[in-house]
Every structure is written in C-alpha cells, then in structure tokens.
C-alpha cells in the first residue's frame, strides 16, 4: 500500500511519528552532550552549526551570494554547483521595488512573466479568455511563469509547492534553477523551477515598517518585527496591505497578507520551525480589453469553439483610448483567499548526520466572475441592437493586412473589414477554484570525509536519502446565467461602449429585464481532480582533490495516481456523475553533473538531468493506450568564475532540452480506431445534415444531378427530415451514385471552389444510421475520450548570469538568454484498418486539418495507412509555438556614496532588453491553424523593446538614531507607451518608499 492510499488519520500518524522520532533522538543526544560536551560551549554556535538544510548566507555581500540550498537541498557553495543557479537576494529585491515574487524576476533573463502564445494551452484559468493578450502567464494563480520556453506554475516556497503569489515582505531571497530538476522537486518542471525562501527570526529585537505610495493609487503598508521570546524561541512577524488602481480603465486592487513564523531549539542542535501565511487579494476589472470578430460565426460556434476568435482581428471603434478601454467593466473579479502552513523538524544526530521531517499544507480559494461565450455574431439577436463594427486586420512581415483568408478577399488594400448586421452576444460564468495541496517530506543527510591528511586522496561524501508525497486537490465549479443555455445569451448594440455590467442585458426576444438568468446565476459543470504523487529519491555529493572536483548524482522513483470526478449538469439541476481513475504510473529519472576547478576561481561543469510530468488526465492513444508521463532529458556544459575575491561572479552555459508527451496542441481529426464505433461490415452511410444539401450550397448545386440519381436508387435518402448518402455497401463496394456524390462534394473545394459543407454530422455522438470511419475521430465529443499524439519538443540556447563588483559600494548585474524552442515532431497518426472508407475526417482537404491543403499522396506516403501521416504543410512540426524572445538581457547596476556631501545615497538604474517576440505563430490554442488564403501561415511579431528603469535611495538617521530611507522607483522612465503584439506598454510609473527601523 502506497502512502496516497492512506486515510488520512494514518497519513497524520506518520507525520506525528516522524516528529516523535526527532524529537526522541534530540532527548538522547542532548543527554549526550550534557555529559561530554564543554559547558562553554555558547548556544548560538550551536545554532550555527545546526543542520545543512538552511542555506548559510555568511558570505553574501549586497547582490552576491555565497551559498544555495535550492540545486541540491543541501546548503552548498554556488561555485561548486554543477548546475546554473541564480540567487536574487533580498538587498536586490528592496533597491528595484519589487512588490511580489513576480516582481522580484523581472531582471532574470530567460523568465518570461507575460507570454502571449501559447498555442495549446489552457486558457480555463485566464480571464477573458482569448481575448485576453496575456496569454498562459496571466492566470489566476499569480504563480505562473515561462522559463526556456515552457511554462510552469509550481513556483515553490522553501521547496514545497505555492497555491497563490506571495508579498516581497516576506522573501528573503529567491532561487532560480534553470533546467528540468525532478531528482529533488518531483514533478512538473521542464525550464525550470522558482524557488522563494521566506524570513526568519533574528534573534534580536526589531521592528521595520515602511509606507509608499505609487502611480495609479497606488498605497502600500508593511511592517517586519522580529524577536527572541528566550534563548530557544524566537518568532517574527511580517505583513502588507495594498491599494491600488491599474492603468487600464475599470481595474483595481486590494490585497493584505500577514506571514508570523516560529522557530524553537527544544533540544541541542534541533530546530522547529512553524511558518504561516495566509492573505487575500482581490482584483476587480479582470476581463478582456476588446474583442476579436469573425464574419462567418454563428451563436453556436462562436460559444463551442471560441478559439477560432483568434483567427480574427480586433474591433476597431473611434473615439476611445485603445490602450486603457475595457469593455468588460469593473463587474468581473477574482477574489483570492490564500493560506500556507509549515512545519519543519530539523536535527542533528551525531555529527555528520541529520534529518529533516517537513508537512506543508497549502490552500488557495478563488472566487472569478467573468465574461463568457463572448463574441461578434450576425443575424442574431434583437434587431433594434444589431449594427456595424470596423475590424482591423492582421498585419504580415511585409505589411500586407490581411483579416482572414478564409473567409475575406486577402486583396483588401489598406481597408479594414466591415461587418454589417452584427450584434455582442455573452453571458455570465461565476467560477469557485478551490486548490489545496498537502505535503509531506523526509530527509536523512550523512556527511563525512576521508584521507584528510592526503593532499591528493582527501575525499568529502554526503548522501541525502529522501521520501516525498504529495496530495493535490482541485476542484471546480462554474455558474452561468441562464444556466448556460443558448436562449439566456444577453445581447447588447456593438457600438454600445459603455461598460458592460452585471445584472444589465437583453434577452433574445428583447426582454430588457437584465436579471433575467442571472439571479441566481445557476450551476452548469463541476469537476474534481485529487493527483498523488509518492516520491523515493538519493543523491550523492562527492568532493575530491581539496574540493577542486564536485560531483552530483541522484536517483529518484515516482508514483503517480490521478481520480478525476465530472458532475453534469442541466437546468442547474445536476444529471449524471463519470469518474476517470487511470493506472498509478511509475516513472524514474536520473542526475548527474560534475564541476571541476581548472584553476583557482575558475569551473567548468557539465549536468546531465530529467522532468517529469505524469499523464493526470489519463490520456490516451488512438489505440487506447495510457500516454506515458512527458518526460524532460536536459544537457548543459558551461564554465563559473569566481575572481577577484569574489568581486566578480560568473555563470556561462550551453544547454538542450528535449521533452516528450503527450501533445498539448490537439489534432482533433486523428483516427482512433480504439473507439470502435465503425462497423465495416454494415453499409457505410453519411449524415449530410451540416450544410451540405441544399439550394444554398454550391458544391451540392454543381452535382445535382449525381444527387437526384442516388435518391431515385436508394443511395440518398430523408429519415426524419435528415439527409443520408450510402457510400459503401457492405462488402465494402462503391455504391451505383453515392460514392461519386461525395466524391464529387470532396473534390469541390481541391479545386479551389470553397467550403462544401460539413459531411461528418451527428459523428459526435450515436447517430443510427450514420456508421462511417470518421466516427472514430480522435476528439473527445466523438465517443469516450479524446486521442493524443505524442509529441517532441525541444529547447536549446545559452545563459549568462554576471555579477561585478568593482568597489564595495558599486554592483552590477547583467544577466542574458538566448532561446529558441522548436516542435520536433507533432507526433504520428496510428494505422488505421479500414482505409476503404476514403471520405473519412482525416482524409478531408481542408486546409487547416484533414490533408491540411495537399493532395493525398503528399499528406500520406501510404494513402492506405495513415501512420505514414506526414504532418502537413499545417503540422506544427519545425515550428515554435512560442513567444519567448531569442535575445533577453536584464541588467541592474546601483552606487552608493559612502561619504562627501552625498553621503547615504545610493543610485539604481537598470532596464530589460527582448528581441522581437512571436505572438502569433499560425495556430490557436484550440489548434486551428492560421492561414492567409494561399494557405500560407500568418506568423506575427512584435518590435523589440526596451525599457528602462531607476532608483534612488537616501539613508539617514531619525530621532534615537533610528536608521531610516527614501526611496523613489521609476519604471519604463522613457515612457514608452507602444503596442507590442496584441499588449500595450504601461508608461512611466514612479513608486516612493519611506521606511525606518528600531
């Protein structure tokens, strides 16, 4: 039995007796010492020497730190690391105004905080959807970030898992280990990992409080108070409240935190440590800025495929400020309640050895309200709103406008598109995310040297045996206005530019009580997910030749278990329960990485490591197989300085990340065959009941003579007012006209005549009596599941972390990234057996799926197995899906004068540089492609940008000799305003400061 198949009572136990166990050794060991120890031994060298898993910040000096605790859970000297690890400390968090953990990253090249392309991800967590520019990075956790080209939201604080962005009062400094590191954090990091490490108690008495006020209303109030209760107790306190409003019109926030910790030595060279946080932060005015439009959307598909709004430019309307309008008004919030506890028990054994027992209980509870199903439609709705709107086109690389070829003449000049008849359709959805994740760890060090006395022997070894687990708990639940039914769709005149609000609206008849649906708003979905991961880990950490040689390895087993819970719902009221519980997954990665001094102050290193995230979602194949966990194989070499007394400190490295898993960009028209709802020995027959038979169809029109022959003979025929085609009889023979119909309805648009209308209706679901291959398409509507691909991805680049001290009262910072990411393969097609059927979804030539726009032979090297599937001229293959700039460098440089007239004034100034960005790379999120009307793909960049920061500092005295500060911050002070990519610059924004201290 797993430890994740625990109750929890036992799960308790376990902790309690790991307590209980460090606590009885510490009796023992303390009796020890009583007896043999020299009673001049003071308690704070004690405490000094109590356990290697605290970092040991001696030798820290301003910007630079000595020691790391995040590359291996051992406190080890960053020089010897065989890894890239950057520390920002807590004085370079102060002199650049960094308000949150997010904030205190905007210097370190290579962590992007705003991604707007993301092709593939899930947009559930962020508000406005796809109208939101901000892309995965802008979620409700507050916690997610881009490194090396892969997006994670597991920002750790002191190595367990964050639910919700922290305050800067209460970071002490902050650790970023570039490249997959499962061996010690387990799961889901592939660039990267963040990790925070909060205050502690000082064993002195003081208390710091500061005040600032900023642009934007901004007002902000912090106090720092620690102390020693005795000589084994201390405790300190830290806590924030902030105001303040955002440049964009209709946003504002409030937020306060509080953060006491305890720490206690019961016994000699133990420590416990009992930490807390808990704050709430509301933001309201969350939604989108404008909205996309499309030409060709009707109510039903703008609602159940919205990423095709991506396919679309903006609304163009006069006489507003395009970089502060908000359309979705103040109405739309989130509203967090975050809470964390920790309770970590360190003690030392005997000398050399030492164990660590920690439990983290983590909680974030949030509350969205947001805009949904929101889009531009035409003929629907209230006449009396429907009006026209002016669409600004897409620009390509050579400054052609082009809207979308599909639907628009790609000739437009320099016109913009304008839609006529056209009425704002949305609804309402408030949403509860509850997210708790509960922690346990177990760490046992034995440290020890050999052949001291050799000066070519000598030897240090230490071993870290580690068990971890970890339960994460999310659950869902979303309430809609009318319960999410087409008929509660609010309508509104599009030209209309006054803030939407709650509680306003009219209804499709033209009811104009607005709370009409909305009171209450009705429950329409609710999901919880419970994941458990068990983790077994070692390392080893040798160090030879007077410690020139370090070298890392580790080993570490995972299991996995994932139980996924959906509740449906209608009319509010809920119908039906479905619970997933794939296989437990076992998975074991690896480490290893050695650091070799070739001269003094001078290592060169090399680092092999893993990721690893499990398939939670029980993915499958279209084979039906489980997707094994995507897996992350990292390669790094590069060379550390460590010159000049440390005055100056360097990091260069090289490095190659390849990941495969399961696909996160969907190829919904994949065969699996898994899904076995064709039957081949039966008729195959066609629903052609998706706009393919009728006056107004073209391509029907141009055959309807084969039409009327496949009536007259039985091949075409109504059931219900529902048009059906034979195709295949069930020996698997062409049938007399049916099969040249819809070979005559494919071939339509392969000859460049346009959409034929859709053939596979009713394929989502059991539709008697359509039996044709493309039932057993890969998407999740068609049967049980939804077919993956497995895909390969891969990151490459190289790093620079530099840090100069030229005086001790002048430091400089320059930190570069160069990244490129690419997809390898999107992945491959499973054989499908029954290839007579030619008119299945995968052999449909569209442009942005089934052939994707080439004849069937380019598409297939073998028509007649789709494995041989080539990708495409819109696969993703060779692409990168990412915006994360080729070329990134922040830099930071203050002065402080030490004496003179300007003694106690310290100068900051700083900026970051990225290269151009894709933003739109000719994909979706939901995976349609974006193609002008040759088929080309549109790929869009921004300018590069750079924007420049500074500060100042004066220190003085007030009565009492107090230390005191000023501050003054002032960000982007070249006020640059640009839009870049679908996200404008904010401008000039100045923070000033004032703190003292006793």
């Known amino acids: 039995m797993t430890m994740n198949q625990y109750p929890l009572r036992w799960r308790a136990l376990l902790c309690a007796f790991s307590v209980f166990f460090g606590f009885g050794t ?11 120890e020299d009673s001049d031994t003071t308690e704070q060298e004690e405490i000094e020497e109590l356990s290697p898993f605290e970092v040991s910040v001696e030798g820290d000096r301003g910007y630079y730190a000595t020691n790391t605790i995040s590359g291996s859970r051992i406190s080890t000297a960053l020089q010897d690391m065989p890894m890239p690890i950057e520390v920002i400390t807590s004085e370079f968090i102060e002199d650049t105004g960094a308000l949150d953990l997010r904030e205190s990253l905007k210097y370190s090249a290579g962590v992007i905080l705003d991604s707007q392309n993301d092709a593939g991800a899930n947009l559930d967590d962020v508000p406005g959807g796809v109208h939101n520019g901000g892309g995965a990075t802008n979620n409700i956790s507050s916690t997610t970030i881009k490194i090396r080209g892969f997006v994670t939201d597991n920002s750790l604080r002191k190595g367990f898992r964050r639910q919700h962005g922290s305050d ?16 010690l954090y387990g799961i889901g990091n592939f660039g990267g990992i963040v990790n925070y490490l909060p205050k502690r108690p000082l064993g002195i008495n003081q208390t710091t409080v500061t005040a600032l006020v900023g642009k934007d209303a901004l007002y902000r109030a912090t106090i720092d108070h620690t102390a020693p209760i005795n000589d084994t107790l201390g405790y300190r306190v830290t806590a924030a409240a902030e105001t303040a409003n955002h440049w964009t019109f209709e946003q504002s926030r409030d937020k306060w935190f509080v953060s006491p910790v305890i720490e206690w030595q019961p016994f000699t060279k133990s420590k416990l440590t009992l930490d807390f946080e808990i704050g709430n932060e509301k933001v309201n005015g969350i939604g989108f800025q404008r909205m996309r439009a499309r030409g060709d959307l009707s109510l039903d598909n703008s609602i159940d495929q919205p990423d095709r709004l991506q396919k679309a430019g903006f609304v163009d309307f006069e006489g507003i400020d395009e970089r502060k309008f908000r359309l979705s008004g103040p109405d739309t919030f989130v509203d967090t309640k975050a809470y964390n506890l920790l309770a970590e028990y360190n003690q030392n054994i005997i000398r050399g ?22 889009s531009y439609v035409r003929g629907a709705g209230p006449e009396n709103l429907r009006s026209t709107i002016t669409v600004l086109p897409f620009e390509t690389l050579n400054g052609d406008p082009i ?4 639907i628009f003449n790609p000739n437009l000049g320099n016109q ?5 008849d056209t009425i704002l359709t949305y609804a309402w959805q408030d949403s509860e995310v509850n997210r708790t994740r509960d922690e346990f760890r177990a760490e046992l060090t034995a440290n020890f040297d050999l052949f001291q006395n050799s000066e070519w022997l000598n030897m240090n070894h230490l071993f870290l045996a580690g068990y971890s687990w970890l339960e994460a708990q999310t659950e869902r639940k979303a309430f809609s206005s009318g319960a999410g039914s087409r008929a509660s769709q609010l309508y509104r005149d599009p030209n209309n530019l006054n803030p939407i609000r709650f509680g306003e609206g009219v209804l499709d008849d033209g009811t104009p009580d607005g709370m009409v649906g909305f009171d209450p708003l009705l429950q329409v979905s609710q999901s919880e997910n419970v994941s458990n991961n068990e983790g077994l880990y070692a390392v080893w950490q040798g160090r030879f030749w007077n410690e020139r040689i370090t070298a890392i390895a580790g080993i570490r087993d995972d299991k996995n278990k994932v139980k996924i819970t959906d509740y449906t719902f209608s009319g509010g009221n809920q ?12 998975q074991t990665t690896n480490q290893f990485g050695l650091s070799v001094e070739v001269l003094p102050g001078v290592t060169v290193f090399g680092l092999m490591s893993e990721g690893l995230q499990p398939n939670f979602d029980g993915d499958r194949d279209g084979n ?35 990941v495969t898993g399961a696909s996160t960009l969907p190829a919904w028209w994949t065969p699996a065959p898994a899904k076995g709802r064709y039957d081949p020995t039966q008729p195959t027959v066609y629903n052609l009941s998706g706009g393919v038979v009728g006056d107004f169809n073209a391509a029907h029109v141009a055959n309807i003579d084969l039409w009327n022959n496949a009536l007259s003979v039985g091949d075409a025929f109504f059931q219900d007012g529902t048009p059906y085609i034979t195709v295949l009889d069930a020996n698997g023979n062409d049938t007399q006209y049916g099969a040249a119909y819809l070979d005559a309805i494919m071939d339509w648009p392969r000859s460049g005549n346009g959409w034929p209308g859709w053939i596979y209706a009713g394929n989502d679901f059991t539709d008697d009596p359509s039996n044709n291959a493309a039932q057993d398409w890969g998407a999740g509507s068609a049967g049980t599941y939804e077919a993956k691909l497995v895909s390969e991805q891969e990151s490459t680049g190289y790093e620079l972390q530099f840090l100069l001290t030229p005086l001790p009262n002048w430091q400089i910072v320059f930190n570069y990234a160069n990244t490129k990411r690419e997809i390898i393969s999107a992945g491959q097609f499973p054989r499908y057996p029954y290839p007579q059927d030619r008119w299945a979804i995968w052999y449909f030539p569209d442009g942005n799926w089934g052939l994707q726009g080439v004849p069937l032979e380019e598409a297939y090297v073998d028509p007649q197995d789709t494995s041989t599937w080539t990708g495409g001229p819109a696969s993703t293959n060779g692409e990168s899906l990412d915006d ?11 002065y402080g004068f030490r004496e003179g007239a300007l003694e106690g004034l310290t100068l900051g100034f700083g900026g970051d540089y990225q290269s151009k960005r894709a933003y739109l790379t000719g994909f979706t999120v939901g995976g349609n492609a974006i193609t002008d009307a040759n088929g080309n793909r549109i790929s869009l960049f921004t300018d590069e940008k750079l924007i420049l920061n500074a500060m100042a500092r004066y220190e003085f005295t007030l009565w009492d000799d107090k230390p005191s500060n000023i501050q003054v911050n002032v960000d982007n002070f070249t006020n640059d305003k640009s839009l870049y990519g679908y996200v404008y610059e904010a401008g000039l924004s100045w923070r000033v400061f004032f703190g003292t201290t006793w």
């Open 884 to 894: 994360t700039p080729e070329h990134d460098i922040g830099f930071w440089t203050s």
């Open 575 to 586: 119908t039906g329960t479905s619970t997933n519980e794939p296989e437990t997954q076992q």
């Open 26 to 36: 510490s009796v023992l060991i303390a009796q020890e010492v009583d007896e043999s």
């Open 403 to 406: 809207y979308d070829g599909e």
């Open 624 to 658: 039906g197989n489980a997707i094994a966990a995507t897996l992350a194989e990292s390669e790094e070499v590069g060379i550390k300085l460590n010159l000049f007394d440390s005055r100056l400190a360097m990091t260069a490295s090289t490095y190659k990340i390849n």
């Open 168 to 183: 800067s009062i209460n970071i002490d400094r902050v650790e970023v280990v570039r490249g997959p590191a499962a061996l």
């Open 353 to 374: 050895v030492d164990f660590l027992v920690g439990y983290n209980h983590a909680k974030a509870d949030n509350e969205i309200r947001d805009i949904i199903a929101n």
């Open 416 to 420: 913009n598109v304008i839609l006529t």
